[in-house]
């Protein structure tokens, strides 16, 4: 193969959701050369985009509120899984980053008496979550962080490039082999340092309200570079997304503690499972709530239970206007119908195990955001991924700027791992196959859907690791018919060979976890047990190992 | 199976492909491109992401007004086709797909 073009730069930023980018920023601000590349249009296709609400403390906090109380919360509700070092840089940084956010131009949305509007939220014992541009707060975010990008002349752009794998020299990384998509060209940019900040993993499951590009890259990346894994199994499923119709089947109905909820026999079963908070509960127990309603045949036929949110419409309308308008856009009228729900995949607690600064145990490897693990443990409280992307991308972007690279030994120009050979052979001889790329990663979803929901079994979890070796060996029948420029079905079979490498992950820690504990609930081990242990996944040449460690600060 | 028409004016293109798409009811304009990808045409390139109206990188031209192909439903216009094209400011990488 001939050498690859290589490319300079201090830092490399993977993903450019809030994380990516407040690591850019911050970066930026240090005098470091920094390239934040996105497999989709920069700062339109991570899961930020969605976000409607961030967990803040500030000026306009409650007088109750404060770091000790906030952190309590996230302890609570992390099952005992939650990295105290972690907890406490949260819990600590959060209000000078949302100050930062503020001082580049972020408005928060305010309330009738044009004071900051503060809203309450499953989970946290006191309102503390906030908005801006009416209930996007994603967006506002990135917007604005964009603004502050466009500003700064050593901070370059780049959309429509997908990671194939990071490079290595003598342990250290120094950079990436990407794929532009728009030329159909492979490139080598060499860097100091890497940033993985490519957000989640929605897409590993066939309902989901993840964006499209949620298909577990950073996690796949992370591993072959040598980063371990933690708590994979915690994948959190939002428990009130709607079923039907197709379209939207996914999208959170985030005014549930606004709703009742019934079965298919007209119960308002939340009494049954939690009698005092009933609907207004943590994800973690309504969902399992919802997913055991279904199982055990209340409910509806395709898979759902109902919502009703006609007792509180208005502050649905105000707070929640988007999906309010969505809803009724695509013919549910909340006023009188009841929409069909039902958990679907929406955020992954695990991730690739960092330090305070987003350090992994490989050097010059950092994360940020939903890609890093061991901030929210066995459960993530609602408005607190933002607000780990805006805390954590800061600390992963200065802390990557002191990095000392590799200068000397430029990375060699051949691909390392196996899924890059693989990729670059298909690409010259792409007929040779008969699988569609597509057809693959339908047929991972269908497994986890299937096997590796809400509510899993040993039988359950078997059956996905052996069915997913299945679709690994398959990745190399696959048949690309089109391989122009800008080609889908390129697209599709990088992210399926990424896809299956995390979705081993997943299924393989979920094994490891002999209990139920936070997101993860079997019902062969139905009970917590009084052992607090961690769940890890390493890949060694090409082998996933699988092994557990004990908590920091002790078991609880 | 209800049939939808669907005519698709691709960038650096002469021809206006022509795909007759399995028709269900509510389905959107994205649903219909999604469609033609897996059972007519791999090589048909559009964007999107949230798929919610949120992150605008889905939007085209659809039956000659702009709009976001995740919000609008698949309807023919009074010609009896779905027509869709690339926006028309900025330059197209392919298809529908603009530089963002
Ligand atoms: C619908 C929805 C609503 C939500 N609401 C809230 C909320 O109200 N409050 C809250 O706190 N959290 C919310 N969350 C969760 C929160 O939005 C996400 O966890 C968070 O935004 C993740 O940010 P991120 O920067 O880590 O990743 P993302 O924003 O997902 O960005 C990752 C980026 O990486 C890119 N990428 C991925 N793989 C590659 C690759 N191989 N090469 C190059 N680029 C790649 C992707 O294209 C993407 O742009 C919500 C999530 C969803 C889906
Ligand atoms: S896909 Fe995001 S607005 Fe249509």
Redesign the pocket.
Known sequence: MKSMEVIKTNILI???????LVASVYAGQAGADVFV????AVGK????V?????ASLGAWSQPEDSVENYLNDIKESGRGLSDPELMNILANDLSTRLEDLIDWGLKLDLDENKEVAVFPTAGHSVPRSVSARKGK??LAIVQTLIRKVNSMDNVRKWSD???LELVKTSGHICGAIVFDQKTNTPYLIHSNAVIL????I?QLYPIT???A??TG??FS?GLAAGASLIDMEQVQFYPVSLVTPHSIAGL?I?FYHYSKLYNSRGERFMTAYEPEFLENTTRDKLAIAIATEIATGRGTSRGGVYLDASGELDKVKKEFPHEFTLCTDRGIDLAKDRAEIGPAA??IMGGIQADGDGATTVPGLYVA???AGGLHGGNRL??????E?IVFGARAGLAATAVEGITSAPPSNSPQSKMTDLFLKKIQSPTNGHIRPHELKEKLQGILGENVGVIRTNESLGKALQQLKEVEVELEQVKLSSTGVYSREILDFIEAG?MVRTAQAIVGAAIQRKESRGAHFTTDYPQMSSETYHTIVKLDDETMEFGTSPVKGGDR | MEKLSVKIERANSEVVDLFEVDYTKEMTVLEALEEIYRHHDPSLAYRFSCRTGLCATCMMIINGKPGLSCMKLAEPSTNGFLTLAPLPKGSTIKDLVKEL
């Open positions: 993977i993903g450019s959701g809030a994380a990516g590349i996105d497999k989709g296709s991570g899961s930020t969605g976000a409607v609400q961030i707060m994603g490039v997908i990671t900040a490519t957000g989640g929605g309200s993840n964006p590009q949620t890259d950073g990346l959170c985030s929406h955020f955001g939903e890609t609602g408005n607190n991924a933002l607000s992307c990424h």
